[in-house]
């Protein structure tokens, strides 16, 4: 199984990017996917989820500034960042949650990580 994250980079504060998040390989389902973020010196942690069914959630810091979309047929999820902060600076990993086989309990997939830089 490999997840390919793509679409970081380097952005002026109240701009935009978008990150998508392709797995692929055998996969028998996926549940949720979504995006954290690790800033340096800081723990990991969760911006946005999605579900099989499109029920979201959000950090606080993020709300009403990105959204997390998917597709399923696709395996992919997206993260559309914007009016992007300076303290939105982080290397983002997209995870999955996956079987690879039926009646196999779920399990969190990390793809690699790609770096998003907001200046001020």
């Known amino acids: 199984v490999q997840l390919q994250a793509s679409g970081g980079g380097l952005v002026q504060a109240g701009g935009s990017l978008k990150l998508s998040c392709a797995a692929s390989g055998s996969i028998f389902s996926i549940s949720s996917m979504g995006w954290y973020r690790q800033a340096p010196g800081k723990q990991r942690e969760l911006v946005a989820a999605?579900?099989?069914?499109?029920?979201?959630n959000y950090a606080d810091p993020v709300m009403g500034r990105f959204t997390i979309s998917r597709d399923n047929a696709e395996n992919t999820v997206w993260l559309q960042m914007s009016s992007l902060k300076p303290e939105d600076t982080a290397v983002y990993y997209c995870?999955?949650?996956?079987?690879?086989?039926?009646?196999?309990?779920?399990?969190?997939?990390w793809g690699e990580g790609t770096q998003v830089t907001v200046s001020s």
């Open positions: 999605i579900s099989t069914g499109g029920s979201t």
């Open positions: 995870n999955v949650v996956m079987s690879k086989r039926r009646y196999e309990a779920g399990a969190g997939y």
